[in-house]
Every structure is written in C-alpha cells, then in structure tokens.
C-alpha cells in the first residue's frame, strides 16, 4: 500500500495544478502536494523529496515520454500516472503506463484523489520486486491471444452481431479447437456433442467463450507439465466461481464483467505451475492437508501470492484497471479505499464461498468487514444458499 500521500504534479498549466490542489486538500486524509512546471524541475523534486509516492504528469506536457524513462530508472518505486482533463475541469481521464489505456474515463473531479490511490496501491503491488521477480522470469507462457484482442475490439463497436464474432473466431483454428474441447468436457454435461464454434457461442453465450478463450490460451501452457498441474479441474474451479459472480453481481448489471472476472481471479496459480511446478504442487497439498490457506503457503514458498503474481500478467497483457484490481485484492478487499466496489465484492463472494462449499475452505476466507462497508452483507446467506443449491446441481 502506498505509504506516503505525497503527489508531484508535472504541469505547466497553472489552472490545473490550482484545482488539482484544491482536490486533494479536500480529501479526509489530505495529500502532500509538490508542483513542477517541466521534467527538469521534476526530478530535482523527487531528488530532495524522495518520499513522494505518486507523479501525476499533464498528458499534454512536452517531453514526459523522457521523463517517464528517467523516472522508472531512477525512481522505480514512485507511481507514474498521467491526467488529461477538459478546460472546465469537468471530466478527467487517468491513465498509467503499464499498457491498461484509460483507468477510468470521465473522471468527476471530486472522485481523483481516491482514484489516484486505488491506482497507486495496485501499481505499488504489482510492480514490487517480488512480483516482478517470478513474472519477469515466465518464459513459456505466450502473449495474449490474438483473437481475444480482436474479439474485445469487435465487441466495442456498436451494432455488432453474433455472427462477425464467430467469423473473427474461427480465423484462429487452435483456438477454435480448444474451445470446443472445453464445452465438450464432462463439466459441461450437454448430453450431446458440440460440433462448431456456432453452436458453442449460442450455448455459452459471448462472455464466458471470451473467458473461455483466455483459460484455453493459458491452459496451452500446461502440455509438459500435466504431471504437477490439473489444468482440467483448475479450468472446472474457474467457472464455478465465474457462475457465482455472474449471478451475484446481477443487481448492479455488473454481471458480464464479473463473469470475466472470475474465469482469470486465479490465474496466477497457473504462473507458478509454471515457473516452479514442483514446489506448487507440493504447495497445494501441504495447503490441502494441513487447513492451512493456500495464500499464506504461497507467501512462504514463494515470497508473493498468485492474486497479485496473476494481476501483474494481466496487467501485462493490457486488461482493464478494474479486472486486475478485482484479481490484485480478491483475498483482501479490505485493503481497497473508496467506493463503487461491488464488483470487488461480488467476486470476493463467489471464490470464498467456492471455496467454502467445494473445497471445504474454513469461513474466514470471507471479509466480513469488508461486506459490511460495502453495504452488501445481508445479502450474504442467500448468495450462500445459491451457491450450495448449484454446488448440488454441478455435480460437486
């Protein structure tokens, strides 16, 4: 978590800075704010001020590509954050330099100062050493799929149908094929088989086959090490919890976006199959055996948990601010500040209870606390009561 709230504002528009201070003098727990009006005056800022957690750069700044190189040189532990906003300060855009585009578009201005801080504390995780140590070191897991590049871009454009989905899908054979290997699984249990990619995006719908196209990206990975890793039963797990959010989540129309969520909240567990399988499977059962939580075995095997090893992959892969947080801080949502957090919630939810009914997971993987201040822990007993009923009903 950030420890400091210190922000230096790199911005030659002096209007900018004025109501940018205003913002966050206004905030319960008031910043430190530094002003520098170009890179140069900047650096020397951070040289006398090394405690400064946050530098939010003007997009329209001259020279920040050269000052975003020296700082990540010299100050890789300060948080890079650039901030365009129209001339009445209406509406601000936030973006960050880790390939995820626009945090959050139209910005109100009185939402920036937590913002900055919910952005700062995931870069602060994701980019510490420890982290960056295990994912800087995966070299055999490929980039992003292209088709689900192409499948997203699709998706955004306004009026478009099934069947441009399905012809951009079929352009990528192995994808198609392990697609339709994962909807003709025992998990599934259609009682017939599947033949095309037609009639697999007709029964699973566009959502789940886009998370389905991730896991079956991912899951390509796995071929040499089935031995150390049950790709199948991780994929099974994967979509319990993604049914769980998708129904949670409903309420606040949240649903298409939790299902995404949940399909990739463990896939850093698939980066350390991959880099140490051995150790995670011996992870797994010690986890398995003693009771203890897999997330405190992962911190002593390992040094980092698979949450935020998994949110810095898919940060890497350019997925958005609220799908890596969601995965950064699903074991703790506590630790997450502001407000609109119901997708954190929902998808807290879904892997505790999960684990609770499928697993057999102790109660205290559930953030009470948490729930309370997100005003959604009455809704607990019957999120808990549909979970046990589609446990029964999914054959587990």
């Known amino acids: 978590?950030?420890?400091?709230?210190?922000?230096?504002?790199?911005?030659?528009?002096?209007?900018?800075?004025?109501?940018?201070?205003?913002?966050?003098?206004?905030d319960p727990k008031p910043w430190l704010l530094f002003h520098a009006a170009d890179s140069r005056t900047a650096l020397a800022a951070l040289e006398r001020s090394p405690g400064i957690g946050v530098?939010?750069?003007?997009?329209?700044?001259?020279?920040?590509?050269?000052?975003i190189t020296d700082l990540k040189n010299r100050f890789p532990d300060t948080v890079r954050l650039g901030f365009s906003a129209d001339p009445s300060g209406a509406h601000i855009t936030l973006t960050w330099p880790l390939g995820l585009g626009d945090v959050l578009k139209d910005c109100g201005p009185e939402e920036l100062p937590l913002l900055v801080e919910r952005v700062a504390?995931?870069?602060?995780?994701?980019?510490?050493?420890?982290?960056?140590?295990?994912?800087?070191?995966?070299?055999?897991?490929?980039?992003?799929?292209?088709?689900?590049?192409?499948?997203?871009?699709?998706?955004?454009?306004?009026?478009?149908?099934?069947?441009?989905?399905?012809?951009a899908l079929q352009t990528d054979p192995v994808m198609t094929l392990k697609v339709l290997q994962l909807v003709n699984s025992?998990?599934?249990?259609?009682?017939?088989?599947?033949?095309?990619?037609?009639?697999?995006?007709?029964?699973?719908?566009?959502?789940?086959?886009?998370?389905?196209?991730?896991?079956?990206?991912?899951?390509g990975a796995f071929?040499?090490?089935?031995?150390?890793?049950?790709?199948?039963?991780?994929?099974?797990?994967?979509?319990?919890?993604?049914?769980?959010?998708?129904?949670?989540?409903?309420?606040?129309?949240?649903?298409?976006?939790?299902?995404?969520?949940?399909?990739?909240?463990?896939?850093?567990e698939l980066v350390?199959?991959?880099?140490?399988?051995?150790?995670?499977?011996?992870?797994?059962?010690?986890?398995?055996?003693?009771?203890e939580s897999m997330l405190a075995v992962e911190l002593e095997v390992f040094g980092v948990g698979h949450a935020e090893?998994?949110?810095?992959?898919?940060?890497?892969?350019g997925l958005p601010f609220s799908i890596v947080e969601c995965v950064a801080f699903h074991h703790r949502p506590s630790t997450v500040v502001g407000n609109r957090l119901e997708l954190l919630s929902v998808v807290h939810v879904a892997d505790a209870l999960a684990g609770i009914v499928l697993n057999r997971e102790r109660e205290r993987t559930l953030d009470l606390a948490f729930l309370e201040r997100v005003g959604v822990l009455g809704t607990l007993p019957a999120w808990r009561a549909h979970a046990e009923v589609q446990a029964q009903s999914w054959g587990a």
């Open 272 to 291: 350390f199959a991959l880099q140490q399988p051995v150790e995670f499977a011996d992870a797994s059962k010690r986890a398995a055996f003693t009771g």
């Open 55 to 67: 530098l939010l750069y003007d997009k329209q700044l001259q020279h920040t590509a050269a000052l």
């Open 1 to 26: 978590m950030l420890e400091a709230k210190q922000v230096l504002v790199v911005s030659d528009d002096t209007r900018s800075v004025s109501w940018i201070r205003d913002l966050f003098s206004g």
């Open 121 to 167: 504390n995931l870069c602060t995780l994701i980019e510490s050493d420890s982290v960056q140590r295990i994912v800087r070191r995966l070299d055999r897991l490929p980039p992003l799929a292209a088709t689900y590049t192409d499948l997203c871009a699709l998706v955004s454009r306004p009026g478009i149908g099934l069947a441009e989905l399905i012809t």
């Open 223 to 268: 071929d040499d090490i089935a031995d150390s890793f049950d790709a199948a039963r991780f994929q099974r797990y994967s979509i319990h919890v993604a049914r769980l959010a998708q129904h949670f989540a409903a309420p606040w129309h949240l649903d298409r976006e939790a299902l995404t969520v949940g399909m990739l909240l463990d896939i850093g």
């Open 309 to 317: 090893v998994g949110a810095c992959l898919l940060a890497n892969w």
């Open 186 to 219: 025992a998990f599934f249990g259609l009682g017939r088989r599947i033949e095309s990619i037609e009639q697999a995006a007709t029964f699973l719908g566009f959502e789940l086959l886009k998370g389905l196209i991730l896991t079956a990206h991912v899951g």
